[in-house]
């Protein structure tokens, strides 16, 4: 062991990680693959092995998904995007960004708790909407879908096994349901990377944005993402990834997502978020349907319109028994007020979400 006192200050210096340094390898990783696939095959070993499972793991990746994308922005923009890499790690968030310093490559930041809670979220509120009749489906569904909202997406926590087990309990062996969140979930993760790499883009051929109207730029990469997406799902299949057509509305449902989140900090903790330089989720969402409905989209859209009406009757009922259960003071319970004051004062300043 060294003398501390005959150690050079050059020498220890560098223990100081840089900004680039926290961005592209920050966070740590709770991810267990195995763990995963055990508990797909104690509850859905009727549909799958685990063969398949790893192929399917191999096939669908973040990965994989930002190759994809990278491929589109060239395709469609002129742009190479192979400076551009992603951090995929838990830093108890739901935000996705990009860091962009102009001098390492760009980091594309997309949380592990996004990736886990987007699959549990679009799970739930799909169960909840084909046996909204049932009082003990609709019961577990807005419990999970509010623990989602409280526990997980404000608070930051990643679900543990008997979190995941009790969701699995709730829709085994409802292949149909599996398929429609798995397929929304690859499609909100391709607008998400997708909206992260437009920025680069902007950034690339020099858009400039005017202080008095900084929330142009998210306007702008909402609507080169999901050009990207529907040019993806229009093409059917790009290097093995399907993107389903009636998938098409899922990025209306990412936004709908962080809605309910801001939705639940403000009935439960009463917090409010102003963001100068994000437009309104509701101005974002009514530009998606406007680009959608362009003639050069051609897709068949009976099959998402019937599932994102199946949804939005969820989402509003979601919010109807929230604000409900808050004034009869039936969410007392849940509610960590301390935790949520401290989370508040760690975030004064940043973006909720990108």
């Known amino acids: 062991m060294q003398d501390k006192e005959n150690i050079e200050p050059c020498e220890i210096k560098y223990a100081v990680p840089s900004y680039y340094d926290i961005y ?56 190479v995007a192979t400076n551009i890499e ?34 549990a979220f679009l799970l739930a509120m799909f169960k909840w909407s084909k046996d909204f009749d049932n009082l003990e489906v609709y019961g577990n569904c ?12 404000i608070l930051g926590e990643m679900q543990g096994e008997d979190a995941n087990r009790e969701l699995l309990e709730m829709v085994a062996d409802d292949l149909q349901i599996l398929q429609l969140a798995e397929d929304c979930y690859w499609t909100v993760l391709a607008f998400s990377l997708a909206h992260e790499v437009a920025h680069a883009y902007l950034a ?8 008095e109207h900084p929330e142009k730029e998210e306007f ?32 209306m449902m990412y936004m709908d997502f962080f809605d309910m989140v801001y939705y639940t900090d403000r009935i439960l903790y009463k ?3 102003y963001n100068d330089t994000h437009p309104a989720l509701k101005k974002r969402k009514s530009r998606l349907f406007a680009i959608v409905d362009r003639d050069e989209y051609i897709l068949d859209t009976r099959e ?8 939005n009757e969820v989402y509003k009922e979601y919010k109807i028994q929230t604000v409900l259960k808050m004034e009869k003071g039936k969410l007392t319970k849940i509610l960590r007020t301390k935790q949520r004051e401290e989370l508040k004062e760690m975030m004064k300043g940043e973006e909720y979400n990108d």
């Open 86 to 119: 992603l951090n995929n790690r838990y830093q108890r968030t739901i935000n996705s960004y990009i860091y962009n310093d102009e001098k390492n490559p760009a980091v594309v930041h997309i949380d592990e708790l996004l990736e886990s809670t987007m699959m």
């Open 204 to 211: 690339n051929i020099g858009k400039k944005y005017t202080r």
């Open 24 to 79: 592209k390898s920050g966070g740590s990783t709770l991810k267990d693959d195995q763990r995963g696939m055990r508990l797909m095959l104690d509850y859905f070993s009727e549909y799958f092995t685990e063969e398949q499972l790893q192929a399917n793991m191999q096939r669908y990746n973040l990965e994989n998904m930002l190759a994809i994308v990278k491929d589109y922005f060239l395709k469609e923009y002129g742009y």
């Open 142 to 153: 807005y419990l999970y879908v509010l623990f989602l909202m409280n526990d997980v997406s």
């Open 220 to 251: 702008d990469a909402d609507e080169i993402a999901y050009h990207i997406v529907l040019k993806i799902i229009m093409d059917k299949e790009a290097r093995g990834i399907v993107l389903e057509p009636y998938t098409y509305l899922a990025p």
């Open 271 to 273: 917090t409010f978020f």
């Open 304 to 311: 998402g319109n019937y599932l994102y009406r199946g949804f």
